[in-house]
């Protein structure tokens, strides 16, 4: 028999390259290898990469200029990259990064083990980035490592087009999964102990367009809800536009729906917002929140900004920071703007200074801070289910794991917790977790 073989695979980006890396490590589970978190004792090399900004993309660079010394001392490595920056630049890395020996695109995961096998036998370059009108349809469900949460994707691609955006270019069209393929999915999971699932889109309100048997997203959730074993359900991402009135019904229905959503709101400024080709105003968003919140009282909402977008004024900007006072999001992912090659925004004039960028970056952050401070105060006192997800990284015997509404807890906890969903009084916060004493069942 073959010798085990390890691998190294880091990640980069988002949770949908988190979902394809569960993906690679169990495809290639099952040609015998096994994971390593030291590169250098790996056979295997694969960097999942993000091209979303440009800080993303450089940083795959350096850290495949890493790599050089240990195909040198050790050439039957194989270095491989995969993921947008894959898809973007294809052969072309071969030319950048000479050590490099394979380039595997957003689409062709499931081609990885043959990939492999080509550059072990041909010791050549192996390039596969062409895009498949529909999703794989191999069903390979992964957990995630801690083995009690998952993800699936439901629909790959984006046609939105946001003037700023990479992602249409590299991960293609939109393509939904057939409903039945998800459920058997899902089922198998939970046979394997899963109990939170996360359905992952690019935008997963799209969700069935593509089909024509009448499926649409609302529709899905219910299904997936429905499969027995399923004690959490999540989705990312949703587009404002096209959160509808029945999606937000859902959550007045599906008691297994988590408190939370994930609602990028890309700026306060009407102006600004149709530069970018979002496709919602300011107030219709708002009207949006407010309908959550009635339907889920705690809701909590999370979103993404991006400061400096060509055009952006001072008077843009202030009606971002309104917005935010306006809804106090619970936690934000906020970015400088960085131009994409191949965008419409990329013709623009970036017309905002990288020094105003910086200044207004800081100015949203501070203020995110104090919302965070303020809505995870507002726990303090009340008992929360936690998923426990196992020690803290810290490594300092604490415990973590998750509320409903997606926020951090750490606490006293123990082994035979792990993966359960026990009940946490929450006793102190700060603006990103949150601190609590598990209260034991007698
Ligand atoms: N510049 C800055 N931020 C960007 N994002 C996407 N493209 C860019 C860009 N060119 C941000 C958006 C998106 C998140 C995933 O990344 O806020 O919601
Ligand atoms: Fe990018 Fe807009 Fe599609 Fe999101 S909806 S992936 S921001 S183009």
Redesign the pocket.
Known sequence: MEREKKLYLKTFG?QMNDADSSKIKNLLGSMNVSSTSNPKEADIILLNTCS??WKAEHKVYSELGRFKNIKKTRPHVIIGVGGCVAQQEGEEMFKKVPHLDLVFGTSNVNRLPEMIKKVERERCHVEETEFFDRPEPLVYPAPEEDGMRAYVNVIRGCDNFCT??IVPYVRGREASRPAEEIIEEVKILVEQGVKEITLLGQNVNSYGRDLSDGIDFPKLLRQVAGVGGVVRLRFTTSHPKDLSDELIAVFGELPNLCSHLHL?V?SGSDKVLSFMRRDYTAKGYLDKVEKLRKMRSDIALTT???VGFPGEEDDDFKKTLELMNEVQYDAAFS????V?PGTAAAKMKDSVTEEEKKERLKILQDLQMEHGNIKNGQEVGKVHPVLVEGESKKGDGMFMGRTSGNKVVNFKGSEEIKSMIVPVKIINSSANALFGEYQLIH
Not at 335 to 338: A, I, L
């Open positions: 988002c979303i900004r700023y955006c990028p890309q993404d900004l991006i970015f400088k703007y960085s994409r």
